[in-house]
């Protein structure tokens, strides 16, 4: 271990700016490799299919979702219309109830009416027999 020197600064500097230098080639030699440049564009071409895709399929769930929203505004409007009819109908069904309400009464009045008649009749009876 008699013979071991220690770098000193400048040949570490030296050292270092060799490696940075092997490496900026190696880097520089691989960007113009053309397998390396077919491979990016293949996969830029990948990208660009998957994002069509994906905006073809983007298009039609919204197409999807337009044709739900008029199907469910028309299937609103169905329900409205029979909600109507409904309610149109009760409120036939509740005039009709009124009606024959109103009728009984008036049944029930004039029944009322000739019970009182009656005994007003036989009073009048009994006092002209006296």
């Given at each position: 271990m008699a013979n071991f020197r220690s770098p000193d600064v400048l040949e570490r500097?030296?050292?270092?700016?060799?490696?940075?230098k092997a490496m900026l080639e190696k880097f520089?030699?691989?960007?113009?490799?053309?397998?390396?440049?077919?491979?990016r564009l293949k996969r830029i071409a990948i990208a660009e299919a998957r994002d069509?895709?994906?905006?073809?399929?983007?298009?039609?769930?919204?197409?999807?979702?337009?044709?739900?929203?008029?199907?469910a505004a028309?299937?609103?409007?169905r329900q409205a219309k029979a909600k109507r009819e409904a309610e149109e109908l009760e409120s036939l069904i509740?005039?009709?109830?009124e009606a024959a309400h109103e009728a009984l009464l008036a049944e029930q009045k004039a029944a009322r009416d000739a019970r009182y008649a009656a005994r007003k009749a036989a009073k009048k009876e009994r006092r002209r027999g006296y």
């Amino acid at each position: 271990m008699a013979n071991f020197r220690s770098p000193d600064v400048l040949e570490r500097r030296n050292n270092a700016a060799a490696v940075k230098k092997a490496m900026l080639e190696k880097f520089k030699a691989a960007a113009q490799d053309p397998t390396l440049e077919e491979q990016r564009l293949k996969r830029i071409a990948i990208a660009e299919a998957r994002d069509a895709r994906m905006a073809e399929r983007e298009a039609a769930r919204k197409v999807r979702e337009a044709e739900l929203a008029v199907l469910a505004a028309a299937e609103a409007e169905r329900q409205a219309k029979a909600k109507r009819e409904a309610e149109e109908l009760e409120s036939l069904i509740a005039a009709e109830k009124e009606a024959a309400h109103e009728a009984l009464l008036a049944e029930q009045k004039a029944a009322r009416d000739a019970r009182y008649a009656a005994r007003k009749a036989a009073k009048k009876e009994r006092r002209r027999g006296y």
